[in-house]
């Protein structure tokens, strides 16, 4: 049909030009809540390694020494398995912590390359009958030939998972209404378009342009809108990480030490953030055209 | 090359802008259609554009049932088809050589093709010399002649037209109307809605009538009137 680049360019910068200023407040809107949506990625993929060791309603780290004999190891596991409140148990041995140490502390090259796996320690994950006698338990061990270290910080953590669940809830939820919004101005600036070329419109008609000849240059201006605020919040969720890596450095937040963001999730939350502005930018137009542009 | 058969169109229930017409037109006619505002002159040129479509009968226009065309296609059964009207529609931010050009652009003709027709097209229409002039620095005759330029510029082998002149004051009309003739001597039908009594009697071309949406009159070398519409 003919559709050539130079005209689809053409009439796409025209138009955007044209309505240049409810172009740029349709951007805006998109690139704000797509930086929302990626903070709040962002939050759940920290949460989630931070609080690794603790999936699956583990209440008890216990830590062994790196140096721990098998003797030393074996009472822990018989206590383990005749203390009445335990309801069950794992080991995790050295090669997978160690594999974890590496993935949790990925943006930090130099803490990498002075541990080794021989001086990781390997623990044991405790599932407890009764939460709330994590403290007691842990006491048990504390202390006992081979234990590095008992950690049963398990409410903290609850509490962390919790408060960044609302906040991702919350989040989340500025960012569909504020992504809803920006659909309805892209709707709204491609209408204003569709009716300022409304003379261009019946004179393509008139001489036999296709229907796609016409609507593409519309729905092109709708996608580079999405797509030009996606990259907006594209930006933005690469400040937001390193922000966030400055605070958990800067204040040594000890619960929050696991929260890393690696360039795994940041490239992922990239991803999503410019899928999500490309396909508000393309429905919002693709509504409007569908809509006013009468073909 | 433009076939109606027992055509019925009706806009409002039980009001019919068209009841019962069939007309046929052969290839390289002049046809004035006349009669009142709201005979139904402009429903049948909307009929043959494919703009709208017959509730019954069958409209074949270029050797195609025009029921049956996907409406996708209907762009391209446009190609065949010139119009003109009465507000020449162009594009007032376009000089008389892009208006023209644009036509063949948004049907995918290359630049190239653009350059070779679009000044032969506009000698053709006299406006050689005001090419590069916009809609504005043009006279009436003038505009309605790019309008015609671009009607013609893909050499359709239909040329519809809803009052040409009906903007335009007598002499300038002539200009148009011998523009229009000359485009019917290469053998394109020409299909003329209009109410100038002066033009239709002295061309003496064929002279459809419709009144109330029926064909009241049809006539091979036809005046406007025999005093009963006047």
Do not use: C
């Not at chain 1, 092109?220 to 797509?227: A, C, D, K, R, Y």
Request: charged share 20%; no cysteine.
């Amino acid at each position: 049909m003919g559709l050539s680049v130079e005209y689809v360019v053409r009439e796409t910068a025209g138009n955007l030009w044209r309505n240049r200023l409810m172009s740029l407040a349709a951007m805006l809107t998109i690139a704000v809540s797509l930086a929302l949506v990626g903070s709040a990625l962002l939050l759940k993929q920290g949460v989630a390694t931070s609080t690794q060791a603790w999936k699956g309603g583990v209440q008890l780290l216990i830590f062994m020494q790196p140096n721990a004999t098998n003797a030393q190891s074996k009472a822990i596991v018989t206590q383990l398995g005749t203390l009445p409140s335990v309801q069950r148990y794992s080991y995790v041995n050295k090669a997978v912590s160690y594999q974890e140490f590496r993935r949790l502390f990925a943006n930090q090259p130099d803490l990498l390359n002075s541990v080794s796996e021989a001086q990781i320690p390997p623990s044991y994950r405790v599932v407890l009958k009764n939460p709330s006698e994590a403290p007691s338990i842990g006491q048990i061990f504390n202390g006992q030939p081979g234990v590095k270290a008992v950690d049963y910080n398990f409410a903290a953590i609850q509490t962390l998972e919790k408060v960044s669940s609302i906040a991702q809830g919350v989040i989340i939820g500025l960012a569909v209404i504020l992504l809803l919004s920006a659909t309805v101005l892209i709707l709204n600036v491609i209408r204003v378009a569709i009716f300022s070329r409304r003379r261009e419109v019946t004179v393509m008609k008139l001489v036999g342009a296709t229907n796609w000849f016409i609507r593409i240059p519309f729905m092109l201006e709708g996608f580079t809108q999405g797509l030009v605020g996606a990259l907006i919040a594209g930006a933005a969720v690469l400040g937001i990480r390193a922000l966030f890596n400055y605070l958990i450095q800067r204040f040594q937040v000890h619960l929050l030490s696991g929260f890393v963001l690696t360039s795994h999730d940041v490239l992922m939350t990239e991803l999503v953030v410019f899928a999500i502005g490309v396909v508000v930018g393309t429905t919002g137009s693709a509504l409007a055209v569908r809509r006013y542009l009468d073909v | 090359m433009i076939r109606l058969e027992n055509v019925y169109k009706s806009y409002a229930p039980g009001q019919f802008a068209l009841k019962g017409v069939s007309l046929e037109v052969e290839r390289g006619e002049f046809v004035f259609l006349i009669g009142p505002s709201g005979s139904g002159k402009s429903t049948m040129l909307r009929l043959l554009l494919r703009e709208d479509i017959a509730d019954q009968g069958s409209v074949w226009v270029a050797g195609k049932d025009l029921s049956k065309i996907p409406s996708w296609k209907v762009p391209y059964f446009r190609r065949n088809i010139g119009s003109i009207f009465q507000d020449f529609r162009l594009l007032p931010n376009k000089s008389a050589y892009e208006n023209v050009a644009f036509a063949l652009e948004v049907i995918g003709k290359s630049r190239k093709a653009a350059e070779k027709q679009v000044p032969q097209i506009l000698e053709l229409v006299g406006l050689a010399d005001k090419m590069h002039r916009l809609p504005n620095e043009l006279s009436g005759g003038e505009q309605q002649r790019v309008a015609i330029a671009r009607a013609f510029v893909n050499r359709p082998l239909i040329l519809l037209a809803d009052e040409p002149t009906g903007n335009l004051d007598p002499e300038t009309a002539w200009g148009v109307m011998r523009l229009l003739e000359r485009i019917n001597r290469t053998g394109t039908a020409v299909v003329m809605a209009t109410h100038d009594v002066g033009i239709v009697d002295q061309m003496r071309r064929r002279v459809v009538e419709i009144d109330s949406g029926a064909i009241a009159r049809d006539q091979i070398r036809g005046v406007y009137g025999l005093g009963v519409h006047q």
